[in-house]
């Protein structure tokens, strides 16, 4: 069975940093390209990183790029999102996701406030 699992979750200040996991099950991250999704209250889910395993560069959504850095450990099966001097527009539920398998997490909550 194909399951992604989100862990990392939480409350920061602004300018803090966390760090996302997303452990895979049933099937080897490796071979698939990973993506970082996000959705903010009242907004569109949209799409923050790309890890993609075809030309194995790293895409990310312009407003965090110099701040979040996708990675993947393929020995924990894990790809990770660090993100860096958060701010309060960082603030959404964040899903990892592999497209070629129609494959979501169950979301973790990343809330930046003072």
């Known amino acids: 069975q194909v399951q992604l699992v989100e862990s990392g979750g939480g409350l920061v200040q602004p300018g803090g940093s966390l760090r996302l996991s997303c452990a895979a099950a049933?099937?080897?991250?490796?071979?698939?390209?990973i993506a970082w999704f996000r959705q903010a209250p009242g907004k569109e889910r949209e799409g923050v990183s790309c890890l993609n395993a075809n030309d194995g560069r790293t895409y990310y959504l312009d407003s965090v790029k110099g701040r979040f850095t996708a990675s993947r450990d393929n020995a924990k099966n894990t790809v990770y999102l660090q993100m860096d001097n958060l701010s309060p527009d960082d603030t959404a539920i964040y899903y990892c996701n592999v497209g070629k398998l129609g494959a979501w997490g169950q979301g973790t909550q990343v809330t930046v406030s003072s």
């Open positions: 049933g099937f080897t991250l490796d071979y698939y390209s």
